[in-house]
């Protein structure tokens, strides 16, 4: 089965640049959706289909995707952006969506 | 502008059957492909299942098949997961997701999630 790597954790000090990937074999392939997930709350797309930022995303995320990883940018990082962050694919091959671990983004 | 909410949470003993419910308005339930994604407390993202909308067919993953059944309602527009022989690590917050509606694979909308307890 496919399986996405995220390292569990990333820090950042606020106004910096944070970024968070997502490994997978041939990911570049695939397309890769991003989900920012706030304590108690529902997952929110912040990215999908690689680059593609939804309605009221902030433009200060964006993605990128290539060869083994995918990688999801957050510049001029806000206190507010602290979140845990996943990754997902479909997965034509095995008919199934696969999720990374997450990452969870800590703002210093 | 798609809208899923979900039912409330349950408490269920071990070996017990647990259905969730799933209501979706503003979008034709037949036009969105939902899918069910559950989160055990503390942990990441775990895919269940869903609708496929290049097959046009319900797939499940490989981890629930035989254990779970997702069916939709098209006269109530609202999309249900069953799952049986409940387990105490079957405990977590169970979601109803959809793509934006282009039959895509996107999890563009989400629902409020409902709260699953396994426990005697």
């Known amino acids: 089965s496919y399986v996405l790597t995220q390292p569990p954790s990333v820090s950042v000090a606020p106004g910096k640049t944070a970024s968070i990937t997502c490994g997978g074999n041939n990911i570049g392939s695939k397309s890769v959706h991003w989900y920012q997930q706030k304590p108690g709350q529902a997952p929110v797309v912040v990215i999908y289909?690689?680059?593609d930022r939804p309605s009221g995303i902030p433009e200060r995320f964006s993605g990128s995707n290539s060869g083994n990883t995918a990688t999801l940018t957050i510049t001029r990082v806000e206190a507010g952006d602290e979140a845990d962050y996943f990754c997902?694919?479909?997965?034509?091959?095995?008919?199934?969506?696969?999720f990374g671990g997450g990452t969870k983004l800590t703002v210093l | 502008q798609v809208q899923l909410v979900q039912s409330g949470a349950e408490v269920k003993k071990p070996g017990a059957s647990v259905k969730v419910s799933c209501k979706v308005s503003?979008?034709?339930?037949?036009?969105?492909?939902i899918h069910w994604v559950r989160q055990a407390p503390g942990k990441g993202l775990e895919w269940m299942g869903g609708?496929?909308?290049?097959?046009?067919?319900?797939i499940y993953a490989q981890k629930f098949q035989g254990r779970v059944t997702i069916t939709e309602d098209t006269a109530t527009d609202t999309a249900y997961m069953e799952l049986r022989s409940l387990r105490t690590e079957d405990t977590a917050v169970y979601y109803c997701a959809s793509d934006a509606g282009a039959s895509g694979y996107d999890l563009t909308y989400w629902g409020q999630g409902s709260l699953v307890t396994v426990s005697s």
């Open positions: 503003g979008y034709p339930l037949p036009e969105l492909s």
């Open positions: 609708f496929d909308p290049k097959d046009e067919e319900t």
């Open positions: 289909y690689d680059t």
């Open positions: 997902h694919v479909w997965d034509r091959s095995d008919h199934a969506m696969v």
